[in-house]
Nanobody, 121 residues
Framework: QVQLVESGGGLVQAGGSLRLSCVASGNIFYINAMGWYRQAPGEQRELVAGITSGGSTDYVDSVKGRFTISRDNAKNTVYLQMNSLKPEDTAVYYC???????????????WGQGTQVTVSS
């Protein structure tokens, strides 16, 4: 059994900051990539930021220079530091981990339950 649990969402004024955290736990052998996605009402889920096990990162253009993704491999945790938040960043943010559960050779995607981020103007 694998679980991803997010925390850190909330309500913030435009220009403010939030830090999201996501801890992966359970029967995990290896975590490859981790990332943050978001989904606004009526929109498709989009990749916001991703990070490989080696620390390479990628961002959607709309958050470059404002958001920073990082991870602590020893703690199976990924973070998303969000600065200079804008109302258009309002969405449910989901953590994703591409990992191999213990006892298998299969890489699968796992998701957190989502955390709401609301940016007021």
């Amino acid at each position: 059994q694998v679980q991803l649990v997010e925390s850190g969402g909330g309500l913030v004024q435009a220009g403010g900051s939030l830090r999201l955290s996501c801890v992966a736990s359970g029967n995990i052998f290896y975590i490859n990539a981790m990332g943050w996605y978001r989904q606004a009402p009526g929109e498709q889920r989009e990749l916001v930021a991703g990070i490989t096990s080696g620390g390479s990162t990628d961002y959607v253009d709309s958050v470059k220079g404002r958001f920073t993704i990082s991870r602590d491999n020893a703690k199976n945790t990924v973070y998303l530091q969000m600065n200079s938040l804008k109302p258009e960043d309002t969405a449910v943010y989901y953590c994703n981990a591409r990992l191999v559960p213990r006892g298998t050779l299969k890489t699968s995607d796992y998701w957190g339950q989502g955390t709401q981020v609301t940016v007021s103007s």
